[in-house]
């Protein structure tokens, strides 16, 4: 959420960093901003809008040369979109750009405000602008003041300043807020997020909470709470350039749901051995599994989501109980943890505030946590007693496709190691799941992406509809919540998911002529009562689209067009749908013309709560 990037050394500062910000940009993109040391000192251009608006307004101000720049990309809390409330924000003799919220700004506000300091902008950014700048008034002196003044703030920051009087110089510090150093052949260079590197380098530290970084043209250093300076340890990311790069795909989310048979494999075969589900390169051995007697899953969207098919999975296979809770939540009505309770929280990006608190909160009450995470490195990954990476590499779009479908898969593995573990399945069935998921589901998959015309000519009714109601029964009432929420968040059209026995219980009643109903059937078992409940929508004029088997008995009679799906394992068939309903999503935003990959009021790592 938000995105920076600086860079200091030999090159142009300003090509670098507009090029940075343009990968940043599904952070947020509301406004955009850079400030450049240039001979007349920090100028700083910023606007509402997207990089496009700020690279006209560099034109115009004359701004393309400098050695040293920060800039930030922004989706706005204090403060709607607007050129004032844009960053890099100035006070006095500092400049800089923020992610993260100062929840106590408005103490800090008065404190300044009483002291006659005024302020331009709603942003609380600008206040911690204001707070360092006194500090750095009473001290001259970047690190002082830097520390000075956080230790005032309460809530998650990261930040990169310059210095009126340390030309040359980009200082960063960060709390709850993730920040990157890199270097780079001719510099160094901040940003929010790796993937805003790759065009530079590959070379990489992560600063930690409460290290303060002073980068210079030739330098890195690093000051810990102890105020011993020393060099960052450099590392080399698996990550390339093309990771972050649509090659060929119109946007990254077609590239990252085409992404999805590899990512499962990268995510999967780690974790098998001699064909038997192992955790051990992960560090988590299978007398582990053998204490799990309840598993609390957490996570946000779609992450809650994967949860709710991997619950499912993990009560059937594992016998285990396993409940999916929204992490916002999870603090406020906390479930009731027995002896061999594991708390997991899934999360993407690895940084989502409200999935990050839950498991502090977890953590706190005493309870052992696992994290399933995508973005390797990142708070929740580090701060969780055991980490289980998905490997489905950089995710660009905001709506997740790749990232949901690995940790689903993931899922389906610690499932079978607990059942396996436990001795509730054979070695038998604990291979045979092992491949359905590593070796079916990639394949159907694949199947699935070769029917994108015939999805795409079904779109062509939904685009132009308001309202869209998903059902399904068991494992696919959860896959309609994941489906009706990337329809939701992309197209912007209504899509409500409720379990198919549920609909007349009240909402049948919304059901008109040619309403859309996307009923999923995945499960054989359940096949008749789902066909029932789509006879029931359709006597009341419902358009339905049935997903289901294609061993299904006579689905074209039961509806008005059908997706048939392959049936060679539970997981072959889950994972298909899934393909299904995302190119269906898709391919209805692209029919509207939305703006797929940043969807309006979104941002891609959300780290407020
Ligand atoms: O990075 P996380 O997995 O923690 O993100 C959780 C949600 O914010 C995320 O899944 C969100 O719902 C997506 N936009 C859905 O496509």
Same mark, same amino acid.
């Given at each position: 959420?938000?995105?920076?990037?600086?860079?200091?050394?030999?090159?142009?500062?300003?090509?670098?960093?507009?090029?940075?910000?343009?990968?940043?940009?599904?952070?947020?993109?509301?406004?955009?901003?850079?400030?450049?040391?240039?001979?007349?000192?920090?100028?700083?251009?910023?606007?509402?809008?997207?990089?496009?608006?700020?690279?006209?307004?560099?034109?115009?101000?004359?701004?393309?040369?400098?050695? $040293?720049?920060?800039?930030?990309?922004?989706?706005?809390?204090?403060?709607?979109?607007?050129?004032?409330?844009?960053?890099?924000?100035?006070?006095?003799?500092?400049?800089?750009?923020?992610?993260?919220?100062?929840?106590?700004?408005?103490?800090?506000?008065?404190?300044?405000?009483?002291?006659?300091?005024?302020?331009?902008?709603?942003?609380?950014?600008?206040?911690?602008?204001?707070?360092?700048?006194?500090?750095?008034?009473? $001290?001259?002196?970047?690190?002082?003041?830097?520390?000075?003044?956080?230790?005032?703030?309460?809530?998650?920051?990261?930040?990169?300043?310059?210095?009126?009087?340390?030309?040359?110089?980009?200082?960063?510090?960060?709390?709850?807020?993730?920040?990157?150093?890199?270097?780079?052949?001719?510099?160094?260079?901040?940003?929010?997020?790796?993937?805003?590197?790759?065009?530079?380098?590959?070379?990489?530290?992560?600063?930690?909470?409460?290290?303060?970084?002073?980068?210079?043209?030739?330098?890195?250093?690093? $000051?810990?709470?102890?105020?011993?300076?020393?060099?960052?340890?450099?590392?080399?990311?698996?990550?390339?350039?093309?990771?972050?790069?649509?090659?060929?795909?119109?946007?990254?989310?077609?590239?990252?749901?085409?992404?999805?048979?590899?990512?499962?494999?990268?995510?999967?075969?780690?974790?098998?051995?001699?064909?038997?589900?192992?955790?051990?390169?992960?560090?988590?051995?299978?007398?582990?599994?053998?204490?799990?007697?309840?598993?609390?899953?957490?996570?946000?969207?779609?992450?809650?989501?994967?949860?709710?098919?991997?619950?499912?999975?993990?009560?059937?296979?594992?016998?285990?109980?396993?409940?999916?809770?929204?992490?916002?939540?999870?603090?406020?009505?906390?479930?009731?943890?027995?002896?061999?309770?594991?708390?997991?929280?899934?999360?993407?990006?690895?940084?989502?505030?409200?999935?990050?608190?839950?498991?502090?909160?977890?953590?706190?009450?005493?309870?052992?946590?696992?994290?399933?995470?995508?973005?390797?490195?990142?708070?929740?990954?580090?701060?969780?007693?055991?980490?289980?990476?998905?490997?489905?590499?950089?995710?660009?779009?905001?709506?997740?496709?790749?990232?949901?479908?690995?940790?689903?898969?993931?899922?389906?593995?610690?499932?079978?190691?607990?059942?396996?573990?436990?001795?509730?399945?054979?070695?038998?069935?604990?291979?045979?799941?092992?491949?359905?998921?590593?070796?079916?589901?990639?394949?159907?998959?694949?199947?699935?992406?070769?029917?994108?015309?015939?999805?795409?000519?079904?779109?062509?009714?939904?685009?132009?509809?308001?309202?869209?109601?998903?059902?399904?029964?068991?494992?696919?009432?959860?896959?309609?919540?994941?489906?009706?929420?990337?329809?939701?968040?992309?197209?912007?059209?209504?899509?409500?998911?409720?379990?198919?026995?549920?609909?007349?219980?009240?909402?049948?009643?919304?059901?008109?002529?040619?309403?859309?109903?996307?009923?999923?059937?995945?499960?054989?078992?359940?096949?008749?009562?789902?066909?029932?409940?789509?006879?029931?929508?359709?006597?009341?004029?419902?358009?339905?689209?049935?997903?289901?088997?294609?061993?299904?008995?006579?689905?074209?009679?039961?509806?008005?067009?059908?997706?048939?799906?392959?049936?060679?394992?539970?997981?072959?068939?889950?994972?298909?749908?899934?393909?299904?309903?995302?190119?269906?999503?898709?391919?209805?935003?692209?029919?509207?013309?939305?703006?797929?990959?940043?969807?309006?009021?979104?941002?891609?790592?959300?780290?407020?709560?």
């Amino acid at each position: 959420m938000c995105g920076i990037i600086g860079y200091t050394g030999s090159a142009n500062a300003i090509p670098k960093i507009t090029k940075g910000l343009s990968v940043l940009e599904y952070r947020g993109y509301d406004s955009v901003g850079i400030a450049a040391r240039t001979e007349l000192g920090v100028k700083t251009v910023k606007c509402k809008g997207r990089i496009g608006a700020l690279e006209e307004r560099l034109t115009q101000q004359k701004l393309s040369e400098s050695q $040293c720049a920060i800039g930030h990309t922004r989706w706005a809390t204090h403060g709607g979109p607007s050129d004032t409330n844009a960053h890099p924000h100035r006070a006095g003799r500092v400049v800089l750009v923020h992610n993260g919220i100062i929840e106590n700004y408005k103490e800090l506000k008065e404190m300044l405000s009483r002291a006659k300091v005024s302020f331009l902008s709603e942003t609380d950014t600008e206040v911690a602008a204001a707070v360092l700048n006194a500090a750095y008034d009473a $001290c001259n002196d970047p690190l002082t003041a830097i520390r000075t003044a956080t230790a005032q703030m309460t809530g998650s920051y990261a930040f990169g300043i310059l210095f009126d009087d340390h030309p040359g110089e980009v200082w960063a510090i960060r709390s709850g807020s993730p920040l990157i150093l890199a270097k780079g052949e001719d510099g160094f260079y901040l940003a929010s997020d790796m993937t805003a590197l790759l065009p530079f380098t590959r070379e990489y530290h992560i600063l930690k909470e409460g290290e303060i970084a002073r980068l210079t043209a030739t330098e890195a250093a690093l $000051c810990g709470a102890a105020d011993a300076w020393c060099s960052p340890t450099w590392s080399i990311t698996s990550m390339t350039p093309e990771s972050a790069q649509k090659s060929g795909f119109e946007h990254f989310m077609l590239k990252e749901i085409h992404e999805q048979p590899e990512a499962i494999v990268k995510s999967v075969s780690p974790r098998i051995k001699n064909g038997l589900p192992s955790f051990e390169a992960d560090g988590i051995s299978s007398d582990f599994w053998k204490q799990v007697k309840n598993i609390q899953i957490v996570a946000c969207g779609s992450a809650t989501h994967a949860g709710l098919v991997g619950g499912s999975v993990l009560e059937r296979v594992a016998k285990v109980p396993a409940a999916s809770y929204i992490a916002s939540e999870y603090r406020y009505h906390p479930p009731i943890a027995v002896d061999g309770t594991l708390v997991v929280v899934i999360s993407q990006s690895g940084e989502t505030a409200d999935t990050l608190a839950a498991l502090r909160y977890a953590k706190s009450a005493g309870l052992p946590t696992l994290a399933i995470v995508n973005a390797v490195e990142t708070t929740i990954a580090r701060e969780a007693d055991y980490r289980v990476y998905t490997y489905a590499g950089p995710e660009i779009a905001v709506a997740t496709t790749k990232g949901y479908c690995t940790q689903v898969s993931v899922l389906y593995m610690i499932a079978a190691a607990i059942a396996h573990a436990c001795g509730r399945i054979s070695d038998e069935e604990a291979r045979e799941l092992v491949r359905s998921v590593a070796e079916d589901a990639p394949t159907a998959i694949t199947e699935m992406l070769e029917k994108t015309e015939t999805l795409r000519e079904m779109s062509k009714r939904l685009a132009q509809k308001d309202h869209v109601f998903y059902i399904g029964r068991g494992l696919d009432y959860a896959m309609s919540q994941e489906a009706a929420l990337k329809l939701k968040e992309i197209s912007y059209i209504h899509a409500e998911a409720y379990a198919a026995g549920e609909l007349k219980h009240g909402t049948i009643s919304l059901i008109e002529q040619d309403t859309p109903v996307l009923a999923i059937s995945t499960e054989e078992a359940l096949y008749d009562k789902t066909e029932s409940n789509v006879r029931e929508v359709r006597s009341r004029g419902a358009y339905v689209i049935l997903i289901c088997r294609q061993d299904a008995r006579d689905p074209g009679h039961s509806a008005d067009e059908v997706i048939l799906l392959p049936t060679k394992s539970e997981a072959a068939t889950l994972f298909a749908s899934l393909t299904a309903v995302q190119l269906l999503a898709y391919e209805t935003a692209a029919l509207r013309g939305c703006d797929i990959d940043r969807p309006r009021n979104l941002a891609k790592s959300v780290t407020v709560e």
